[in-house]
């Protein structure tokens, strides 16, 4: 190992004097399994890392249905798929003789993880006990800090800072939809309706989101999986022809190009939220039971007038849930049906 002045250990967090030395290429696992949104907001710590170490090799472990939201990614050498074995996951992750390990999910599976590699790790904070207490007792003690920091924070030790860049997403030309292959109305500019969230509590009521698309101007896509397909076509049915409704039809990156190509996005607390951000989009996102108080609000640091937040003030109810129920628990669902949806279709407007 050749002497040096000015260069220590990446990995080495010991904060005692000791030699300086050259040292060999850095070969990181980073781990985030799931899901949309969170895998989005781990787009920083992939640039940072990649672009603040010298000759780091940077490879992440997801869930085998997410892996096309970093498999493009140009600052990822290899993505590693989790399918029905986490067994067999490990035994390949041990192959590939890591240097260390970046927890994003920080859970059991990934502890299991760590313990099998057996090299040093950085887990960013939940700060599970600080949510319990804000959905519990009202009490706000969560620091006001994005879970984009927290995230970064795991790579403190190797100097690594964030750029306020933002957040990233790479589509591959050949899995855009293209403008051309919508209705031509909606070739000249369209607002993107992301109707779904993992969980009831998150998403306005069938009724409410046709309220919001008669107030919307112009023509509208209807962006969602196949669970949402029920609820788009009633939308689509009441508003008529100018809803083009893309639900189920699109792959996770099809329907990224379709929220890249809006003119504006509304969203409910998602991972539609997160893409548009990714995509520098003027974002209204709309909050229920969750708060952006978690940390986790839509994330554009260079340009925050275009990400605008529609919750309802005053609700000693809120939040209800860290991630969200499958209905209301006081039965009045206030969050959603109190929403000013007259408002929002204006901050569409001011953002088109």
Known sequence: MTKHEDTRCPICTDPGPRPRYIWPAVKLLLLRFSSIGDIVLTSPVLRCVKGQVKDVEIHFATKKSFADLV???PHVSAVHELGDD????IRRLKGERFDAVLDLHHNLRTSRIKRALGVPAHSFPK?????????NFRWDRMPPVHIVDRYLSTAAHLGVKNDDRGLELFLPADREVPI????????????????GA??????LTPHRLIELAGLVQGP??????KEDQVVAGGIASAIGGRVYDATGKYDILASASLIRQARAVVAHDSGAMHIACAFGRPVVSIWGSTVPAFGMGPYQPQHPERAVISEVPGLGCR????IGFDHCPKGHFHCMERQDLKRIAERVALRD
């Open 198 to 203: 993992a969980h009831a509590t998150k998403r």
């Open 220 to 225: 509208i896509v209807l962006i969602g999986g």
């Open 319 to 322: 939040p209800c849930s860290k």
């Open 86 to 89: 986490m067994s067999e996951l």
């Open 71 to 73: 498999r493009y990614n």
């Open 127 to 135: 700060l599970n006990i600080e949510k319990w207490m804000l959905v």
């Open 180 to 195: 051309t292959s919508l209705p031509e109305p909606h070739q000249k500019g369209y607002t993107a309706m992301a109707i």
